[in-house]
């Protein structure tokens, strides 16, 4: 049972099974069409999917010894920003160093299409030779946002991932037939405590009351940039054309609709799962200041409440939260696969935002470990020590997704083979050894269930989007109706909007911002 006291909130959150990116980059492509298709933004993808190992995008973002973002504890365990306080900030608005180049995006280009068709005749081709979009100069292309698709240039590049670090690192080889890929998409986390909201000094980064979306209001944003350094994941921008920042904004026009967010839609691999989470609002701060990084995990799942819990259902009607989405809460795949199976973890926990895009980490081919041992696929014994013998070492897996616990991946991924050997021989026609789900805490009921949300979930239950009340739509069109990436006149004062920081003893006068309509 829950505490009575507990002040519950709704938030839009996102799931992706990485066992089933391809790495074609639709999202990535249609992302870009729909939100930074315009001047000053062309370096920026809200959305991006990254090659791993692999210095992401931008360069080794997650190198945060350097680039100084998330949160981090002081010698008295208070939780503090990672790129210092007040006073810091306001001594380096004007030379933040802590900042992405342009080089560590990459130089957007384009290209003498024109060459190729007004070229007088000659022996010669005519090429269409690429020039910076930002000079106007010819230039070279050296650098992408998609530079190391599957593994290119690993050899040179990947060694530097900043997740390659201690002994197990000569683990990963980057020579043919030893080495291994996945692919990572990546957007913002519109984490639970976000670091980019507290490091404005202008406010104009909010997190909305009612879903948890966080966006940039852009007639406060004064581009400072505080917030491009505190975002650990890098998921800031700014536009280079109007100097203000920008952001994925969760396509917040189609979630009030409704609808899955355009990545989501357009997935080819159908990999992405979206729904809605409970969580206690008054739970945060405590769960983002957890002493121990590996606890982290346990601590954020803690957070999250049980939509079917009489008190937790009293108090979400209590705090105004509408039937349709406690409802939506109970039927969301996010919770299924966060909480109740608990097989999706978050990324780089140890960030202490409490991040709120979650993956499942890829599975690689057990029954080949198995074989390769001199095992017996049939034995669970066997199955179950290859997964620490896969290609994908666990301790990457971990220092991505469990701030280093080897255990929790292990866990995870036992689980994930034992649901697979355990559907193989039901569609074979055989029974299924319910012992092997029994040694992973799952019930043939559950294996099924889980298997129909990971394999080939339908439409409907892939994306649980609750539509915004009509009541609640009047309200914010009331507070103002324009685009966030969008600046569009005077700025009008917004009633009850509020960041919510979640760390009591962080929490400042939280100025007014509008929520931000529909484009």
């Known amino acids: 049972m829950w505490s009575t006291d507990m002040r519950v909130m709704a938030q839009i959150a996102m799931v992706m099974n990485l066992d089933k990116c391809i790495g074609c980059h639709t999202c990535s492509v249609t992302c870009k069409q729909t939100w930074t298709n315009r001047t000053g933004v062309e370096y920026a993808w809200f959305n991006n999917v990254e090659t791993k190992p692999g210095v992401g995008y931008p360069r080794r973002y997650e190198d945060q010894e350097h680039w100084k973002g998330g949160w981090m504890l002081d010698k008295r365990g208070r939780l503090v920003l990672r790129s210092g306080g007040r006073i810091k900030r306001l001594l380096s608005l004007f030379s933040n160093p802590d900042l992405p180049g342009i080089e560590d995006y990459y130089e957007p280009v384009t290209y003498d299409y024109d060459n190729l068709v007004s070229a007088p005749a000659g022996q010669d081709i005519p090429v269409a030779r690429p020039r910076s979009v930002l000079t106007g100069k010819p230039t070279t292309i050296t650098w992408g946002a998609n530079w190391e698709d599957g593994l290119g240039g690993a050899p040179e590049h990947a060694g530097g991932d900043p997740n390659l670090t201690g002994e197990w690192a000569q683990k990963v080889k980057f020579e043919f037939e030893q080495t291994f890929l996945f692919h990572l998409p990546r957007l913002c986390e519109h984490c639970l405590n976000p670091a980019c909201v507290s490091a404005c000094p202008s406010g104009a980064m909010y997190k909305r009351v009612e879903d948890g979306i966080v966006l940039v209001d852009q007639d406060r944003c004064r581009g400072w940039r505080m917030c491009v350094t ?24 189609r979630i009030e609709a409704g609808q899955p967010t355009v990545c989501s839609e357009t997935c080819v691999g159908r990999l992405r799962y979206l729904g809605l989470l409970l969580y206690d609002a008054d739970r945060v701060g405590e769960a983002a200041a957890t002493p121990d990084e590996k606890d982290l995990l346990d601590a954020q799942r803690g957070v999250f409440l049980d939509p079917y819990d009489s008190e937790v259902i009293a108090a979400a009607r209590e705090s105004g939260i509408p039937e349709d989405w406690l409802e939506a ?27 709120m895009v979650w993956y499942v980490p890829p599975l690689s081919p057990v029954l080949d470990a198995v074989d390769a041992a001199g095992g017996n696929q049939d034995d669970p014994d066997h199955v179950f020590a290859a997964v620490t013998r896969l290609r994908i070492p666990l301790e990457y897996l971990a220092e991505l ?67 915004a009340h009509k009541e609640d739509a009047a309200a914010l069109s009331a507070m103002e109706n324009r685009c966030p990436v969008e600046s569009s006149g005077d700025p009008q004062p917004a009633e009850g909007r509020r960041i919510m920081l979640g760390i009591p003893t962080l929490r400042r006068r939280t100025p007014e911002a509008p929520a931000g309509g529909r484009p």
Not at 332 to 345: F, H, I, Q
């Open 230 to 253: 505190a975002c650990p994941y890098k998921k800031v921008y700014v536009n280079h054309a109007t100097g203000k920042a920008e952001k994925c904004t969760f396509c917040f026009p």
């Open 329 to 355: 809460a109970r039927r969301s795949p996010v919770y299924d696969l966060v909480t109740r199976y608990k097989v999706a973890l978050p990324l780089h926990p140890e960030y202490r935002t409490l991040p």
């Open 401 to 467: 997704f469990t701030a280093g616990d080897t255990d929790v991946v292990a866990g995870v991924l036992m689980k994930l083979t034992a649901l697979r050997s355990y559907m193989r021989e039901r569609t074979l026609g055989e029974t299924g050894d319910e012992a092997v789900l029994k040694a992973v805490g799952l019930t043939a009921r559950e294996a099924e269930d889980l298997h129909r949300l990971l394999a080939v979930a339908n439409y409907k239950d892939r994306y649980v989007v609750p539509a």
